[in-house]
């Protein structure tokens, strides 16, 4: 999806290079015409380089919120402001939904862990023999690993079906 919304940003950003617009009478197409010495014309194998430039911009606009371009008029303000927003936002949304999977996953290990330690401390005061304690071990974690499957009542929205519905189920 990140690559998606850079590209998305990429052919907005192009759109305003290619644009005419602005009431300051400079924008960014005029930059870039005077700074570089490559056509902003399209064709001639350039477009490939017009579209990563793009890219690039989209890129540190929204992961920095800084562009390398400042912007000419409001029109390119409003844009690189939007944008840098927008970046801010996904990112920290990005990060935070990380961020939670992660203790999800610790916490599902710490669980496992737990169990597991206690059926060690089980088996040791009970002096299980250990051959026996290894083969219970494997098959408790063996089954705390398999993905159940599930029934009827693990699934609390199925009550709203309608009866013949849930007689087909």
């Not at 930059?31 to 890219?55: K, N």
């Not at 088996?123 to 051959?131: A, D």
């Amino acid at each position: 999806i990140t690559m998606w919304l850079n590209h998305m940003g990429s052919c907005l950003w192009w759109a305003f290079v290619r644009a005419k617009w602005g009431e300051t009478g400079k924008n960014w197409h005029d930059i870039l015409a005077s700074e570089d010495t490559m056509s902003l014309s399209e064709g001639q194998g350039l477009d490939l380089f017009w579209y990563l430039y793009g890219v690039y911009w989209s890129v540190t606009a929204m992961f920095s919120g800084a562009s390398f371009l400042q912007p000419m008029n409001s029109l390119e303000a409003a844009f690189s402001l939007t944008f840098v927003v927008f970046g801010m936002l996904f990112g920290s949304t990005l990060i935070s939904s990380v961020a939670a999977m992660l203790v999800d996953f610790q916490m599902l290990k710490r669980n496992r862990l737990e169990k597991m330690r206690t059926l060690r401390k089980f088996l040791q005061q009970h002096k299980v023999q250990p051959l026996l304690a290894v083969n219970i071990q494997d098959q408790v974690l063996d089954r705390m690993t398999a993905e159940k499957r599930l029934s009827c009542r693990d699934v609390p929205v199925l009550h709203l079906l309608s009866f013949q519905l849930r007689a087909m189920l």
